[in-house]
């Protein structure tokens, strides 16, 4: 049996900020930027259908098997796996791919973290582009310079180093307070802004009426990749969130309350940027560069732009920062742990390490690195935890730490997922090879 352990280890300080803390790591660029791009072009509501039907099937269980992980031995992916496991070579190694997918995801994260950045400065000034042809020459600009990128990258990093450096209450769960909080705010007062335009009609219809029969094979894989990539999954985020975790708190409620507020943001961008994308009758599948190329010169274009491109940008910005935050906070911590570095140590050695090899994708293109980090290596970790949860951790531990009975059925239900359903579902994904 696995028993639970009580350590020195740092804890959230309230139910509240490790809410908001795990909703900000999961509420990211994803629910934006590729969130839209993959709507907008696989389907809008057959895409959302799929989406949504994933993320009950498959991202609540297992983003509450990573919680019970961390929780379980409060301990960070790799030592967490290596307790569990009894020190077996096999499951230490698939550990280390979720360390392996944070190091590398942060790495191209941050690039594109330096692209918001730098749209936050010229929506602040004044400066965004006011025609599509030169947004396509601003954005080609900055995405192939490396020396204006740097400057932009150097910036967002620092940033999410201090903020980790400060720890688990006084940084993370802080910070995450604050910008989630505003965050949230914001994207609900530019939500009422968007239906009220002409496009919103437009935006709901494609979003939300249903057409059963544009839900393909490769809309399915899509879809249900994006959920890993919605909710940070798969790269040790919320098994470290988790190891944080204080005795009495329900897992499965909090981890269908963070999944609500991921997928809520997620529907709430799309009928934000699909409402102005409509209102002046583009197409939704703009790709990749609707937040970048597409919209700036529609908010030049719309009463009040101005301020609406700042308050967009700088959303954008909040919840690049979040997620960065705990992107490196897994790195942080495998060190912590591992090799009893001290947090700032840790957060620092890695954060250099992180920025150095980040460097590389201010002078190259990032959509193979995201293919393989964001897609292979994130689902491989999913899997991994997945197989630990059903074939490893005995089902009495699983009631003990989820407080239940072991004959429950949500029990029960949870264990034949993570056992058999979530495992095919995966192994699915990676030979589909539509990550």
Same mark, same amino acid.
């Given at each position: +049996?696995?028993?639970?352990? %009580?350590?020195?280890?740092?804890?959230?300080?309230?139910?509240?900020?490790?809410?908001?803390?795990?909703?900000?790591?999961?509420?990211?660029?994803?629910?934006?930027?590729?969130?839209?791009?993959?709507?907008?072009?696989?389907?809008?509501?057959?895409?959302?259908?799929?989406?949504?039907?994933?993320?009950?099937?498959?991202?609540? #269980?297992?983003?509450?098997?990573?919680?019970?992980?961390?929780?379980?031995?409060?301990?960070?992916?790799?030592?967490?796996?290596?307790?569990?496991?009894? &020190?077996?070579? @096999?499951?230490?190694?698939?550990?280390?791919?979720?360390?392996?997918?944070?190091?590398?995801?942060?790495?191209?994260?941050?690039?594109?973290?330096?692209?918001?950045?730098?749209? @936050?400065?010229?929506?602040?000034?004044? &400066? @965004?582009?006011?025609?599509?042809? %030169?947004?396509?020459?601003?954005?080609?600009?900055?995405?192939?310079?490396?020396?204006?990128?740097?400057?932009?990258? %150097?910036?967002?990093?620092?940033?999410?180093?201090?903020?980790?450096?400060?720890?688990?209450?006084?940084? /993370?769960?802080?910070?995450?307070?604050?910008? +989630?909080?505003?965050?949230?705010?914001?994207?609900?007062?530019?939500?009422?802004?968007?239906?009220?335009?002409?496009?919103?009609?437009?935006?709901?219809?494609?979003?939300?009426?249903?057409?059963?029969?544009?839900?393909?094979?490769?809309?399915? !894989?899509?879809?249900?990749?994006?959920?890993?990539?919605?909710?940070?999954?798969?790269?040790?985020? +919320?098994?470290?969130?988790?190891?944080?975790?204080?005795?009495? /708190?329900?897992?499965?409620?909090?981890?269908?309350?963070?999944?609500?507020?991921?997928?809520?943001?997620? @529907?709430?961008?799309?009928?934000?940027?699909?409402?102005?994308?409509?209102?002046?009758?583009?197409?939704?599948?703009? $790709?990749?560069?609707?937040?970048?190329?597409?919209?700036?010169?529609?908010?030049?274009? +719309? #009463? $009040?732009?101005?301020?609406?491109?700042?308050?967009?940008?700088?959303?954008?910005?909040?919840?690049?920062?979040?997620?960065?935050?705990?992107?490196?906070?897994?790195?942080?911590?495998?060190?912590?742990?591992?090799?009893?570095?001290?947090?700032?140590?840790?957060?620092?050695?890695?954060?250099?390490?992180?920025?150095?090899?980040?460097?590389?994708?201010?002078?190259?293109?990032?959509?193979?690195?995201?293919?393989?980090?964001?897609?292979?290596?994130?689902?491989?970790?999913?899997?991994?935890?997945? =197989?630990?949860?059903?074939?490893?951790?005995?089902?009495?531990?699983?009631?003990?730490? =989820?407080?239940?009975?072991?004959?429950?059925?949500? !029990?029960?239900?949870?264990? =034949?997922? &993570?056992?058999?359903?979530? #495992?095919?579902?995966?192994?699915?994904?990676?030979?589909?090879?539509?990550?």
């Amino acid at each position: +049996m696995v028993k639970s352990v %009580t350590n020195n280890r740092e804890h959230w300080q309230s139910k509240c900020g490790f809410i908001l803390a795990s909703a900000g790591s999961a509420v990211g660029l994803g629910n934006f930027w590729r969130f839209s791009y993959l709507a907008g072009m696989n389907g809008g509501a057959a895409f959302v259908l799929v989406y949504l039907a994933s993320v009950l099937l498959i991202g609540i #269980p297992l983003m509450i098997a990573e919680f019970l992980i961390g929780k379980l031995t409060g301990l960070s992916i790799v030592s967490a796996f290596r307790k569990i496991s009894g &020190n077996r070579k @096999l499951w230490v190694g698939l550990g280390l791919i979720g360390i392996v997918a944070s190091f590398v995801t942060l790495g191209y994260y941050a690039v594109i973290g330096g692209w918001v950045m730098n749209y @936050l400065g010229q929506s602040l000034s004044g &400066n @965004l582009p006011t025609d599509s042809n %030169t947004a396509v020459f601003d954005f080609k600009l900055l995405s192939t310079t490396p020396a204006l990128q740097i400057i932009w990258y %150097t910036l967002f990093s620092l940033v999410v180093a201090g903020i980790v450096s400060r720890g688990v209450r006084a940084g /993370i769960e802080k910070y995450n307070r604050i910008l +989630m909080l505003m965050f949230l705010a914001l994207l609900a007062i530019m939500a009422v802004y968007a239906l009220t335009l002409s496009g919103a009609r437009d935006a709901l219809s494609f979003l939300f009426k249903f057409d059963l029969s544009k839900i393909t094979p490769m809309v399915t !894989l899509l879809a249900v990749g994006h959920t890993f990539f919605s909710l940070s999954l798969g790269a040790g985020i +919320m098994i470290t969130y988790g190891s944080y975790l204080p005795k009495k /708190i329900t897992l499965p409620f909090a981890s269908v309350v963070i999944s609500v507020i991921d997928s809520l943001v997620a @529907l709430l961008a799309g009928i934000v940027i699909f409402s102005i994308v409509f209102s002046f009758g583009l197409l939704p599948d703009s $790709g990749a560069g609707i937040a970048f190329v597409t919209l700036p010169p529609l908010f030049a274009a +719309m #009463p $009040g732009g101005a301020w609406l491109a700042a308050i967009f940008f700088f959303m954008l910005a909040a919840v690049a920062i979040t997620s960065a935050v705990s992107i490196l906070e897994v790195v942080a911590t495998y060190l912590m742990d591992e090799w009893g570095v001290n947090r700032k140590i840790s957060t620092w050695g890695s954060a250099i390490a992180i920025y150095c090899f980040g460097l590389i994708w201010t002078a190259n293109d990032i959509e193979l690195v995201d293919r393989i980090a964001g897609g292979y290596l994130v689902v491989l970790g999913a899997l991994a935890v997945s =197989l630990l949860i059903g074939w490893t951790v005995p089902l009495n531990s699983l009631a003990k730490i =989820l407080q239940t009975r072991i004959n429950h059925p949500m !029990l029960r239900g949870f264990y =034949l997922l &993570n056992r058999y359903l979530i #495992p095919v579902a995966l192994i699915a994904l990676l030979l589909g090879g539509t990550l």
